[in-house]
């Protein structure tokens, strides 16, 4: 299911199902895969994770260097901060450009956030 972004979701979201058993969740530079999807509770991961980034309550945090991104990390609130509850890596870039954060997130207002965090984001 390919979900564009609109009023109600700043990005697009691709929700699909692979070789029949794996789950996998597409959005801004984030691409995850709950594998295998016959177990109830991975299941449960997917269904958490989807519905905490559309519902807004979940974030991607994307590292970049230069104009690349080399991680996305999806995190979930915790403790007044934020947790890592799945992360992908895009690969290393020599030499290393000066590294910064954005965060994308589905807020109320709907609009496309890319905000520029400090380090300790």
């Not at 299911?1 to 597409?26: C, K, R, T, W």
């Not at 290393?92 to 954005?102: I, S, Y």
Request: with cysteine; aromatic share 14%.
């Amino acid at each position: 299911m390919y979900i564009p972004a609109q009023p109600g979701l700043s990005f697009d979201v691709d929700l699909n199902l692979q070789n029949n058993d794996e789950l996998h969740l597409s959005a801004s530079s984030l691409w995850m895969e709950w594998f295998p999807c016959t177990y109830p509770d991975r299941v449960e991961k997917y269904f958490q994770a989807v519905s905490g980034l559309l519902s807004g309550q979940f974030r991607i945090l994307e590292t970049w260097r230069g104009k690349r991104v080399v991680q996305a990390q999806l995190q979930c609130p915790s403790n007044g901060g934020w947790k890592t509850i799945a992360r992908n890596w895009k690969g290393l870039w020599l030499p290393w450009p000066q590294k910064f954060f954005k965060i994308v997130q589905n807020l109320s207002t709907a609009q496309p956030v890319l905000d520029k965090v400090g380090p300790e984001a």
